[in-house]
């Protein structure tokens, strides 16, 4: 039985070479590995060397559009079908695809010499010859790495050893999971316990550890070493590890490789880019469908009139080829050229510094988003945390009146150094000076000793680290701590005066306005937890003796703990309206006894082994009784400039605003009131943790029931809501004005987006700025990234790259509102250029008895649509309808674009009319006015054309531009230049006749006359929305 399971195993091992599976690294000894293991190297890339030209092809051929050319363009090596000279089909297909190529391999260029600038950072690597330099690329699962402080981690490692005194280091993650708190990680004992760092390649060790997974808060693994008796075994998990994209925050160490490439968590974590169509071209596509089936049509009209007679499909072929000019080949150039103008224009905008544009296909994108997903920690907000209130109840101290606390640490500290005997405050002040001294004191203490931030000395060129230590040097020190709140109100006791100057495991030093050191010992600490929200800490006063219990958390635990008061829960309200995090903090005096029977009873708890986690907060809980209300703080994370003036545009754009963080549901809450994403008078839903089908249906039900209200909810309670009820869900989702999802892993950010477009069919944007982000960028319609102090790692990743939020409105606003708009009216007037041609063709045809015969031959049909016509038509670019700043004044302008009204089947229609009118007018005209040699129809018919088509432009034209006034006049003159080489086609003697003038005005007077006195009449009568605002 046991040799079967054996061959299973291995048989399931050859077959499935490439499935994960778990894995024993040998400390120090890459080459002793039992599988292979990826590369480590990022790489952003959509192809490479080899698959670039076959995918660009690809990608380029599979529009119905450039197939069709391709397949003209052949069928014109064929004797009966050719029509012309080859060049005039092969020329423009070839500059189609040569524009594409080089913009897509400037895009690939860039994408990998980003890629390696990343890959190639340089690491230290502990070997067998000492400390040797090592690029991020290079490193392989096994190698002992040494990170610095400030650097990334370049690859998944297990944490060996720290130079830190303390035995732990700090990082930061917010590249991987959008949470600003640092974390605090532990070395794995056995290895933190030997001398030196290159003992570690003298032991006989290993690490076995799970397959390669997405999961970026737990590991399981195991640490042996074998040559030490007995051997040594030590479990390893979630606080052992250091991912690829974290930041080491303190101190230097040294880590084993486990995992590298793209195995890597962060990579994991993150979807492969995908190439983006923009619906604008989609749109397009779907309208040279339509013409193509106006082609067929007419060629089998054509056909039938002549009674099918002799080859018929022959001459199918040739009417096809004949009317291809339907299909305007120019149409994808004029729209690429196009997107490459806009590009130029965001990143030359001086309003919006610094922005880049990674993806141009895509800047149509930007004018039609209904929803707009973004992240909270450095998006919306600074992620730097400020102190800006102190609550007692009676009175409050905002930013403006902190030296009134000053003054009063002052006073107390400054009253007890003079006058011994009064230590409990001074004799001389009013009796409400001084019980209001006490009590700021009583609280500013109270929050200078209730924290875990430590300080840590650095040597700054003046003064060494050991004497800045000794002497609690105020320029060298930095507080850490694993949450930024608590070092905002540490720095806050600092500057009114009680400064935290150092701390161990077992005590605390503070320093009094006067230098004196106040020493306290810690007795016990009881750190934060999500579920508690609250912590404590129990400190003896070594001048006294007296024992105090410290607590601080959130308003809806301490409610219930401190004693009985009037003002607490109105006051938090208050501070919360106003977007600040609020802290409740408490204390409890406590005897000598108390305290020895308490500790007495947490022993006991701690040690046993059923319910441990139970009794011991049980026998906290027995302390936090009727505690004394000290004050409450409020500290504000600070959000980016002018964030909430641009959500509030937005919001006038119609555009939805989520907020997808990785961060706490407090937090997240207090941002979005803060930045406005919910307004002061909607409701907030906070949807209630839901772990089965029948908790969801409730909760979905309760929710049902509120109507213009925002929605709050966590990841797990999203996953539980997604499993069962997907589509209730979304639907009671999409009507929401804000959404809010906390705790969001990154694929789940990405999910959400998914879900949108499957859901909604609209237009979504992204906008983020860490590695947690990536994925929902890459997801959406359209990615922006926020170059932040988090790093590049979004920028990147996304299709445009801002520096700050409010560059976000702009973006747009302006150039998404321009782009779509100077995109619909160039290609719809492509197409009008080239169906009036195609109209006039089939009109001669059916005049000379349904011959296949071309009207233009040779350079005037390439230089129609080239030299004569392509200037103008292609200034259509610069072309805008209102100004920029009334664009942004009045974001009800984007609204209109949400129905995609600019280019749509009516005003195709309307177009194709049009061009069939002057197309025959034109055509008719000549014919006419035809004066008994053929060669005279086509000098008018084709001067006419040109006419109308500049004069086209001209009333198409909303605000004029001095390249499109240029543009103008150089076709012209470049028409008239050209009549001289063109005796072929046209007669110069005629053309100087003065007949051959009239006649020429009057059939462009009929063909354009008319539309101009439509425009003026549609203009006075039924004004577009912004021809109100520019009047």
Not at 541 to 549: K, N, Q
Not at 677 to 693: A, G, M, S, Y
């Amino acid at each position: 039985m046991g040799e079967v399971l054996v061959r299973c195993c291995e048989c399931m091992r050859c077959c499935g070479r490439g499935d994960p599976r778990p894995r024993t690294v040998w400390l120090g000894h890459p080459e002793k590995r039992d599988q292979r293991y990826p590369r480590n190297v990022i790489n952003n890339q959509k192809y490479n060397f080899f698959t670039f030209l076959p995918g660009v092809l690809f990608n380029q051929f599979k529009y119905f559009f450039n197939l069709y050319f391709l397949l003209l363009a052949c069928s014109q090596f064929v004797p009966e079908m050719r029509l012309g000279a080859l060049y005039t089909y092969w020329v423009p297909l070839g500059f189609v695809l040569a524009v594409t190529i080089i913009r897509e391999a400037v895009e690939e260029i860039r994408c990998y010499t980003r890629d390696k600038e990343v890959n190639s950072q340089i690491y230290s690597k502990l070997a067998a010859r000492g400390t040797v330099k090592v690029k991020s690329s290079s490193i392989q699962v096994g190698d002992l790495i040494i990170v610095e402080k400030n650097q990334r981690v370049p690859a998944d490692m297990i944490f060996l050893r720290t130079s830190e005194k303390n035995g732990s280091c700090f990082l930061r993650t917010d590249q991987l999971d959008g949470e600003t708190d640092w974390k605090l990680r532990l070395p794995v004992a056995c290895t933190q316990r030997l001398p030196t760092a290159s003992d570690l390649l003298q032991i006989r060790s290993y690490v076995y550890a799970e397959e390669p997974n997405i999961d970026i808060h737990n590991f399981v693994g195991t640490f042996t070493r074998e040559d030490s008796d007995p051997p040594v075994n030590e479990s390893l998990s979630i606080e052992n590890t250091l991912w690829a994209s974290t930041v080491i925050a303190s101190g230097t160490v040294v880590g084993v490789v486990l995992y590298t490439g793209r195995e890597l968590r962060s990579v994991m974590n993150t979807s492969n880019p995908r190439s983006k169509i923009g619906l604008f071209d989609l749109e397009v596509n779907c309208l040279t469908k339509i013409l193509f089936g106006a082609l067929v049509v007419v060629s089998l009209v054509m056909v039938a009139l002549q009674h099918f007679a002799g080859r018929w499909y022959l001459q199918i072929i040739r009417f096809l080829l004949l009317f291809s000019n339907i299909i305007p080949i120019s149409l994808r150039v004029n729209l690429d050229m196009g997107k490459i103008v806009y590009s130029w224009m965001i990143r030359r905008d001086s309003k919006i510094p610094g922005t880049v544009v990674r993806s141009s296909t895509i800047p149509e994108q930007l004018g039609r988003v209904s929803y707009l997903l973004t992240d909270k920690t450095g998006t919306l907000t600074q992620n730097e945390m400020v102190f800006k209130r102190l609550h007692l109840g009676t009175v409050a101290y905002g930013l403006d009146s902190m030296d009134e606390v000053q003054s009063h640490i002052f006073s107390i500290y400054t009253q007890q150094s003079q006058d011994p005997p009064a230590l409990k405050g001074p004799t001389l002040a009013t009796k409400v000076r001084k019980t209001m001294s006490s009590r700021v004191h009583e609280a500013v203490k109270a929050i200078a000793l209730c924290h875990n931030v430590t300080p840590v000395y650095e040597s700054n060129g003046v003064t060494d680290q050991a004497e800045a230590e000794r002497h609690y040097e105020d320029s060298c020190r930095v507080y850490q701590a694993s949450s930024p709140d608590e070092v905002a109100l540490v720095q806050w006791t600092e500057s009114v005066g009680l400064t935290l100057v150092g701390r161990d495991q077992s005590s605390m030093q503070l320093r009094t306005p006067g230098g004196q050191i106040l020493n306290f010992t810690i007795l016990q600490i009881f750190p934060f937890t999500y579920e508690s929200k609250r912590m404590g800490i129990i400190v003896r006063d070594e001048s006294t003796g007296e024992i105090t219990f410290y607590m601080k958390g959130a308003d809806v635990v301490m409610a219930g703990i401190v004693q009985y008061n009037d003002w607490l829960e109105e006051e938090c309200g208050n501070m919360a309206r106003e977007g600040l995090r609020v802290l409740v903090v408490a204390k409890k005096s406590l005897t000598e006894e108390q305290y020895q029977d308490f500790e007495a009873r947490y022993v006991q708890a701690k040690l046993s082994v059923h319910d441990r986690s139970l009794k011991v907060a049980t026998v906290i809980e027995s302390l936090e009784m009727e505690m004394e209300l000290l004050c409450l703080t409020g500290v504000e994370d600070q959000l980016q400039t002018d964030v909430r003036p641009t959500l509030e545009t937005l919001r006038n754009a119609g555009i939805k605003v989520w907020m997808l963080t990785g961060d706490k549901l407090e937090t997240a809450t207090c941002t979005a009131k803060n930045a406005h994403l919910v307004t002061r008078t909607q409701d907030i839903h906070i949807f209630r943790l839901v772990t089965n089908r029948g908790e969801a249906h409730l909760e979905l039900n309760a929710f049902r029931r509120k109507h213009d209200c925002a929605l709050v909810i966590s990841g797990d309670s999203l996953e539980v809501c997604l499993k069962y009820y997907e589509y209730e869900f979304m639907e009671l989702a999409c009507q929401c004005p804000a959404v809010v999802c906390c705790r969001c892993a990154p694929t789940q950010k990405a999910q959400i987006v998914r879900l949108l477009q499957e859901r909604t069919g609209k237009l979504t944007c992204a906008v983020g700025d860490g590695g947690n982000d990536v994925s929902m960028i890459q997801e959406a319609d359209c990615g922006v990234g926020v170059e932040g102090k988090e790093g590049k790692q979004a920028s990147l990743a996304a299709d445009f790259s801002i520096t700050q939020f409010k560059h976000l409105g702009r973006l747009l606003m302006v150039h998404g509102r321009n782009s779509y708009k100077r995109s619909a009216a160039l290609s719809q007037f492509v197409i009008h250029r080239s169906l009036c041609i195609s109209t006039m063709q089939a009109v001669f045809s059916s005049v000379f008895y349904f011959a296949s015969v071309p009207l233009y031959q040779g350079f005037l049909i390439i230089g129609y649509s080239t030299i004569y016509t392509m200037f103008p038509v292609f200034s259509l670019v610069l072309d805008k309808d209102v100004k920029s700043e009334v664009a942004m004044l009045y974001p009800e302008l984007y609204k209109d674009l949400l129905k995609g009204r600019p280019l749509s089947y009516k005003t195709f229609l309307i177009w194709v009319l049009i061009s069939i009118y002057q197309g025959s007018i034109i055509m008719y005209g000549a014919l006419l006015l035809f004066e008994s040699e053929f060669v005279h129809i086509v000098a008018i018919s084709f001067t006419s054309l040109i006419l109308t088509e500049l004069l086209m432009v001209a009333l198409t034209i909303q605000t004029w531009h001095w390249l499109m006034i240029v543009a103008e006049l150089l076709s012209l003159s470049c028409y008239i230049a050209s009549l001289v080489f063109l005796h072929e086609f046209i007669d110069v003697y005629f053309i100087a006749t003065l007949s051959f003038l009239w006649k020429v005005t009057v059939i462009t007077l009929v063909s354009c006359l008319p539309l101009y006195v439509l425009k003026y009449l549609r203009r006075r009568f039924s004004p577009p929305s912004y021809s109100k605002l520019t009047s």
